[in-house]
Every structure is written in structure tokens, then in C-alpha cells.
């Protein structure tokens, strides 16, 4: 997939797959669909010279849903894509805050949700306790030290040797096609995911902590947003 291997690419051109309803369905997209708790992207599709908004992006069985605010009479094209990229550009560094997050709290991921306005997070913490308080002061100073965020490719075979990587109890990593993409955040972050980042932590700006809640033994809930 296109926001895979390029988190900035703002327009892309595919045939029509098939047109369900609301749903613009094409192979590939740079449109991220809904996932692992990032919501999908919203923008506009042009087919055949009329412009449609695009509410949503989720998966489909034949590739990316591009969902508009109305059905569609077209069944056949091209689509022109480009992505609402304010909406975009939050969500992914909402989503790269929440690996800085992670890297922050040496602890097993069990739930998450990412927002424009605010993102949560719960750990597992067992029996241990954190002072949540600190995570302003950690969070900053990651985003400050200017972490690069890279990627690469290793196998079902790889992860399974090295399952220290996976972080997330609720969501696994994909293993559709043996190759399971892990992010780097400079030195400080390295695990499976398939969400969209910022190329840079610099990016992020300015962590604001809002609050913690516990919701369960195995929930212990962070509430946070950005500048
Ligand atoms: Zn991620």
C-alpha cells in the first residue's frame, strides 16, 4: 500500500476496482484506511472531471474504500486523490506520539485510540506504578531530540524469533503477505506497526499531557493532545 511506503504523498491516480454505493473502491491508495485505531483519511476523489468528498477510507477485500458523502452513479474511471492533509498530518503525529509513548513506558500495549483533538493510550502495568505527571518533560524532550523515524522489512519468521517487538496485545501485526514492516524511532523506539509517522519527532511540536485514568487492572488509561 501507497501510505506504507510513503507517509507524505499527498495525491494519487488508480483505476476504479468497483463502485459500491458510497464506496470508491481502487487497488492501491495514499489514503490511509481506518486501523489499529487511527481513523481513516478523509479528501476529495475526482473521477471523469466531478469532484466527490471522501468522508472516510477503510479496507475492502479488493483493496481501499474511499467512502463519499453520497452514492455514486459511476462505475467506471480514473480517480484523482488527494487527501485532507491537515487531518492527516495531526493524525500522524498523534499516532508518532503514541510510539514515544511507548517508548517512554516499558510496558504492554492494551488498547488506544487516536484523535484530532486528543489520543489515549492504556498500558498494562501490573503491579508497577508511573508518575504520569514526568511524561511532559519525557515526551518533550524526545520530540526535541529530533529522532528520524525510519522502517524496515522482516519476515513472519523474523517477528516470531524476536517477539520482544511486538508491543501491542490487542492488535497484531498484520501477516498477510510475510513481510511485516517495523518502525524506528531513532534509538528509542522499534516495533511492528502499520500506521502513517512523521518523518521527524520535531514534527510532533509539543506534547500536552491531559489526564490518567485507570479503567481496569489492565488498563491504566493516558489521555494526552499537541500544541
Ligand atoms: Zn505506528
Redesign the pocket.
Known sequence: MIFLNDSYMKEFQAPIKIVDGDKVVTADSCFYAQS?GQPGDKGIIEINGKKFNVINTIKHELGIAHVCDQPLEITSGEVLGTIDWNHRFRLMRM??T??LLCAALPFFVTGGSIGLEKSRIDFDLGEETFEYKTLNTIINEFIQQAHPISYQWITNEELDQQPELVRTLSVKPPRTSNKIRL?KIGTIDL?P?????VANTKEIEEFKFIKYESKGKMNKRIQFTLS
Open positions: 489499529g499516532h508518532t503514541m510510539h518502525v516495533q506497526c502499520g500506521g502513517t509517522h
